[in-house]
């Protein structure tokens, strides 16, 4: 039993297949594991009493946990905010029904920064998630809840939601794998909204196997999001063993620069080494618009939320602040019911969009969001997938940036660009720090080639072993 959190998903799954354990086993070893030490990390904010298995797949039986912006039917669901924080879901997001189909095992949900706004999971109404690798270190945001549940071993693997690099930097700062697909492979309805031309949900997994595995599950056309693509969904557990000879990997050097840490660059040469020893081709390209992602991102995300965010009112969901006029009954739920980072995004938004200011803000981001995307249609004219540092630095100290909005925001300068351009991209653990913090490489790809990362993900882990490894406080208990 003591070894399952060394098992992969799968493995877990084929171990209840074949009668050497029940999924009760199962659930109740990684619960007891969230008793002893969601206390010290703060990772879960709810955890189920049981579970139900309605269905099959491979993965069936083996838990999972839920980032708590994901609808799960007559289930809490508080996007970490006071003015959720009484809301019960009265469906289940597309991508619960199909976890549920599968068998798998919903055991609970996770921390996150408020609506997902931010990069280190202290925007939350519940407190900030640890990083379980220091634990007086950020696990990294929006979905940090769920990247330090699956680095701890509380739960085999999670789901987040990405809308700037919310999967993929938590994943780089906790050690494991984080995959954003294509926009539009997986269907947001149920997710509660945040920026909707970007929003994606996505697997948190210590491995890709299981990575591909869940994707397989979640994957797929919805008629119910209007985003969803009808493409068809290939076996993403298929092309994991092909190899990778020949697969041209762009360097772009806008990436590779001042500013990110020594020892992240350092990573990042090994992770190159490692795949030029696969027979890889490494090739040097530029993206000359990165420098302009990140104040693009901040317009279009922070425009995209305000609006989102205006069914909040103390009507509908949640927290109510009663007052003798309709108006004033929407200004106090608001105030009382949003925190910090909510509130500036709302009024960085609502200026965006306000008449006036909309063609000089919003329409001019969406013209520089096309100049990025058009760099990446040139890149990919001469490489096949594009290899990035995830974060310039390893997990930083609690509360060193909550003050300096602008620090934080540049923690996602790697990680939005694959947003804003539709595309699917990955983080995986590449390396450890002097002090054994984890850095993460990311791997972008053209849109709807998810294979061709886990292709070469899959051939990374099989000669590497960064991803075993389990940071010492959860190997206590
Ligand atoms: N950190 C980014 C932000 O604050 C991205 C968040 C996300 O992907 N949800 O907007």
């Not at 269907?187 to 945040?194: K, P």
């Not at 009954?329 to 105030?335: A, P, Q």
């Not at 790809?445 to 990362?453: D, M, P, T, V, W």
């Not at 051939?459 to 940071?471: A, G, V």
Request: proline share 4%.
């Amino acid at each position: 039993m003591d070894n399952l959190i060394n098992l992969e998903g799968v493995e877990i799954a084929k171990n209840i297949k074949d009668n050497l354990l029940t999924s009760s086993e199962v659930f109740n070893f990684f619960k007891k594991r969230i008793d002893r030490l969601n206390p010290s990390i703060n990772a879960f904010l709810e955890v189920y009493e049981d579970f139900k298995i309605e269905g099959d797949s491979s993965l069936a039986g083996v838990p999972i946990a839920i980032k708590d912006n994901i609808c799960i039917k007559d289930k809490r669901i508080t996007c970490a905010s006071r003015i959720l924080s009484t809301h019960i879901a009265v469906y289940d997001a597309t991508v619960i029904k199909k976890l549920k189909k599968a068998g798998l095992a919903i055991i609970g949900t996770t921390n996150m920064d408020e609506f997902a706004f931010g990069s280190s999971t202290e925007n939350s109404c519940y407190g900030a998630t640890k990083n379980p690798w220091d634990i007086l270190r950020v696990p990294g945001g929006s979905s940090g809840g769920s990247a330090a549940a699956v680095a701890a071993r509380l739960v085999p693997f999670a789901l987040g939601s990405d809308t700037g690099g919310s999967i993929r930097q938590p994943a780089s700062l906790c050690g494991v794998v984080g995959f954003k697909p294509t926009y539009g492979r997986i269907s947001r309805y149920g997710l509660i909204a945040f920026g909707s031309s970007l929003d994606q949900i996505g697997p948190i997994t210590t491995n890709f196997v299981d990575c591909a595995h869940l994707l397989n599950i979640i994957c797929g056309f919805d008629q119910y999001d209007s985003t969803s693509s009808t493409k068809e969904v290939p076996d993403f557990t298929k092309s994991l063993d092909i190899n990778i000879e020949g697969i041209r990997i762009g360097l772009p050097k806008e990436y590779f620069c001042e500013g990110v840490a020594p020892e992240v660059l350092n990573a990042l040469e090994e992770t190159i080494n490692i795949f030029k020893k696969k027979k890889a081709r490494i090739i040097n390209i530029s993206l000359p618009h990165t420098k302009y992602a990140v104040a693009t991102y901040y317009i279009i995300a922070s425009s995209e939320a305000s609006s989102n965010l205006q069914r909040f009112d103390g009507i509908k969901y949640g927290l109510r602040v009663n007052a003798n006029t309709i108006s004033k009954l929407h200004s106090l739920t608001r105030k009382e019911g949003f925190g910090c980072e909510a509130k500036r995004r709302i009024f960085l938004g609502t200026y965006s969009l306000s008449s006036g200011y909309y063609e000089a803000y919003y329409l001019r981001a969406s013209k520089v969001r096309n100049l990025i995307k058009k760099d990446f249609d040139i890149a990919f004219s001469e490489v096949d997938v594009i290899l990035t540092p995830t974060s310039p630095t390893v997990a930083f100290k609690l509360g060193e940036k909550i003050d300096d909005p602008l620090s934080m925001y540049l923690s996602d300068i790697f990680t939005i660009s694959a947003n804003l351009a539709a595309l699917p991209a990955v983080s995986f653990p590449c390396g450890f720090n002097k002090q054994g913090l984890p850095i993460g490489a990311q791997l972008i790809g053209k849109e709807f080639n998810e294979e061709i990362l886990l292709r070469l993900g899959f051939s990374y882990q099989s000669i590497t072993d960064y991803h075993k490894k389990i940071p010492k406080i959860a190997t206590i208990c």
